[in-house]
């Protein structure tokens, strides 16, 4: 299993307060995923980063921040988190990129219910 | 707007039976196609990929098939186990892009 850990694994939290979650590996993979996966969506693409400081919006970047200073950790941050925000994150990484012609490994996920 | 659609939410299917699981696609760009498997509690992990100059792609008992033409892509497991039991979620790119994923198919396997 590539070496990917998410913390926390679960958290509650109340409108309008602030929330990071972490992304952290052990593969040296130079790209970074966060995804959201919801009913009825699947898993939707957050922000990528493809490498330290260098990163991308994805489809739902709206209201999400990230932040990469070291290869091994992804941070998403909800400035002011809002209850469309309750659901479960995903951090995925590989080495070759969104273009490249390989797939993505996750993270075990982090359940985040916004009350 | 969903560009990758799995239309069957959940699938039942005896032990030994072959399970077939579908997923629908509407950008004509997308030419790198993915299944991946998720347990409960768990990240997804890849399964099984395809790419748009070929139409089946084989690996053990996972099969995936690839119809241009109708943007239709399946997944065929065969024998289908208990363990097989999980969330399937097809996903697509296009070259220079990002992966859009399907909604995901239940799959049950009855011992």
């Known amino acids: 299993d590539a070496g990917i850990t998410q913390s926390p694994r679960h958290k509650v939290t109340e409108t309008g307060t602030p929330v990071t979650l972490r992304c952290h590996q052990t593969e040296n993979h130079r790209y970074m995923y966060w995804y959201r996966q919801d009913p009825g969506h699947g898993l939707r693409l957050i922000h990528y980063?493809?490498?330290?400081?260098?990163?991308d919006k994805g489809e739902v970047s709206d209201g999400y921040s990230v932040s990469r200073s070291k290869t091994e950790d992804f941070l998403l941050t909800l400035e002011s988190a809002t209850s469309s925000q309750t659901s479960v994150y995903f951090c995925?990484?590989?080495?070759?990129?969104?273009?490249?012609?390989?797939?993505?490994?996750f993270g075990p996920g982090t359940r985040l219910t916004v009350l | 707007d969903q560009q990758v659609k799995q239309n069957s939410p959940s699938l039942s299917v005896q032990e030994g039976r072959i399970s077939i699981l579908n997923c629908d696609y509407t950008n004509s760009m997308f030419d790198y196609f993915l299944w991946y498997k998720k347990y409960p509690a768990e990240g997804p992990t890849f399964l099984i990929s395809?790419?748009?100059?070929?139409d089946k792609n084989e690996d053990g008992r996972f099969t995936v098939f690839l119809n241009k033409s109708a943007k239709h892509l399946s997944l065929h497991i065969v024998p289908s186990q208990p363990g097989d039991s999980a969330v399937y979620f097809c996903a697509a790119s296009a070259s220079g892009n990002q992966f859009y994923f399907g909604t995901g198919t239940s799959l049950t396997v009855i011992p």
């Open positions: 995925a990484i590989n080495d070759r990129g969104p273009s490249s012609y390989n797939e993505q490994f």
């Open positions: 395809i790419s748009s100059i070929k």
């Open positions: 980063s493809y490498g330290v400081k260098d990163t």
